[in-house]
């Protein structure tokens, strides 16, 4: 049974530049939901994704953006890096009438 | 603002030893409540999953919820040094498709 997978692993940007972060849920998963996780933090909800569509966001600016393709695979899009958004980025795959998720790896963005 | 909180630990308790560990939340039509193990430089692991008053049991662990104190709890029977991880409480609210955690309690378990 297939995992949630997220790549890249670790990414290094600098202040200004913009990331794309990828997600493939489990296996039978439709739904996508995106955290941030800073050291120390419990993870923080950034948006989720339903049948392709942004279902519920949570409080992070409009830098912050996504997509969901048909295959139910996700992107997280971070534009105009700041030095705050250095973070663990963190997939949660689920059912779109469960509430149980499942965590991806994570990605380690590190922004100097 | 919906709100999870736990005690930051760290928690120490000796090898065999039963471990609690503790989380409430602040909005009461809360409906789902669940409990994520996070070792360091690692995501987060389901580990149980709450849903009405009472207790339930999966093997080692049992969680406690306590809707009309808006109180859940999570037990570690026989704790093992494997067992050392953050404890991650997550909380689902009506009308809502996201968790909202607490920032966690560190546990580590002495041999």
């Known amino acids: 049974d297939a995992g949630v997978t997220q790549s890249p692993t670790h990414l290094i940007k600098t202040r200004g530049q913009q990331v794309t972060l990828r997600c493939s849920p489990k296996?039978?998963?439709?739904?996508v939901s995106w955290y941030q996780q800073a050291l120390g933090q419990g993870p923080q909800f950034i948006f989720q994704?339903?049948?392709?569509?942004?279902?519920q966001r949570g409080n992070f600016p409009d830098r912050f953006s996504g997509h969901q393709f048909p295959n139910y695979s996700s992107e997280l899009n971070v534009n105009a890096l700041l030095l705050g958004d250095s973070a663990l980025y963190l997939c949660?795959?689920?059912?779109?009438?469960?509430?149980?998720?499942?965590f991806g790896p994570g990605t380690r963005l590190t922004v100097t | 603002q919906k709100e999870v909180e736990q005690n930051s630990g760290p928690l120490s308790v000796p090898e065999g030893a039963i471990a609690s560990l503790n989380c409430t939340y602040s909005?009461?039509?809360?409906?789902?409540f669940f409990w994520y193990r996070q070792y360091s430089g690692k995501s987060p692991e389901l580990i149980m999953s709450?849903?009405?008053?009472g207790d339930k049991e999966d093997g080692r662990f049992t969680a406690q919820l306590n809707k009309a104190s808006q109180y859940v709890s999570l037990l570690i029977r026989d704790s093992q040094p494997s067992d050392s991880a953050t404890y991650l409480c997550?909380?689902?609210?009506?009308?809502?498709?996201?968790?909202?955690f607490g920032k966690g309690t560190k546990l580590s378990v002495i041999p």
């Open positions: 949660a795959s689920s059912l779109q009438r469960g509430n149980e998720q499942y």
């Open positions: 296996s039978g998963h439709d739904t």
């Open positions: 994704y339903y049948e392709e569509e942004e279902r």
């Open positions: 909005d009461r039509v809360s409906q789902s």
């Open positions: 709450i849903y009405s008053n």
């Open positions: 997550a909380v689902w609210g009506a009308g809502s498709y996201q968790l909202t």
